[in-house]
T-cell receptor, first 112, second 112 residues
Framework: KAGVTQTPRYLIKTRGQQVTLSCSPISGHRSVSWYQQTPGQGLQFLFE???????NKGNFPGRFSGRQFSNSRSEMNVSTLELGDSALYLCASSAKQGYGYTFGSGTRLTVV | GENVGLHLPTLSVQEGDNSIINCAYS??????FIWYKQESGKGPQFIIDIRSNMDKRQGQRVTVLLNKTVKHLSLQIAATQPGDSAVYFC???????????FGGGTRLMVKP
């Protein structure tokens, strides 16, 4: 079956703009979580959604937000972009809590 | 890739040798652990997982060992191949949670 699909793969934005990233989980997976990966901070948890509800949120400013749709697809949004938001944003899906998280290839965001 | 410039511990092995990658985890409440492999430009790829009620689990050419007493996890790769060259991350979570906490990663370099 198809894996986790993230779009777009690459994105270049200007400081102050906003951006929306998309994630389609593996069919049947209802949990979607987002991670930010940078050389300096490694992989850090952003938030997790299950059945359209945010269940957990990491230690990121309010500029980072997300949502999940009834078909389990998820989007994350970053407003008022800063240079430090440049990162690889990864989405993971799982069939049930605490089990088998599968990652997508990520969206590489560059803020200039 | 995402880890360019990041000072990662590096393990260099000869093709055909066995590799052992270690990880110290932080949360004594964690009860589910995963090893991921990440190649340049790609998302983390699931390798093997283990629950806290086990201390060893084997896959194809890989073995994960868990020592809960000292909060230590290791990944053993048998007969390491050039295709195993990548960055390896351990991740932990608890059944009560829905987020992964990642280690800093280890770069494995396989010399032909």
């Amino acid at each position: 079956k198809a894996g986790v699909t993230q779009t777009p793969r690459y994105l270049i934005k200007t400081r102050g703009q906003q951006v929306t990233l998309s994630c389609s989980p593996i069919s049947g997976h209802r949990s979607v979580s987002w991670y930010q990966q940078t050389p300096g901070q490694g992989l850090q948890f952003l938030f997790e959604y299950f059945s359209e509800t945010q269940r957990n949120k990491g230690n990121f400013p309010g500029r980072f937000s997300g949502r999940q749709f009834s078909n389990s697809r998820s989007e994350m949004n970053v407003s008022t972009l800063e240079l430090g938001d440049s990162a690889l944003y990864l989405c993971a899906s799982s069939a049930k809590q605490g089990y088998g998280y599968t990652f997508g290839s990520g969206t590489r965001l560059t803020v200039v | 890739g995402e880890n360019v410039g990041l000072h990662l511990p590096t393990l260099s092995v000869q093709e055909g040798d066995n590799s052992i990658i270690n990880c110290a985890y932080s949360n004594s409440a964690s009860d589910y652990f995963i090893w991921y492999k990440q190649e340049s430009g790609k998302g983390p790829q699931f390798i093997i997982d283990i629950r806290s009620n086990m201390d060893k689990r084997q896959g194809q050419r890989v073995t994960v060992l868990l020592n809960k007493t000292v909060k230590h996890l290791s990944l053993q790769i048998a007969a390491t191949q050039p295709g195993d060259s990548a960055v390896y991350f351990c991740a932990e979570t608890s059944n009560a949670g829905n987020m992964l906490t990642f280690g800093g990663g280890t770069r494995l370099m396989v010399k032909p």
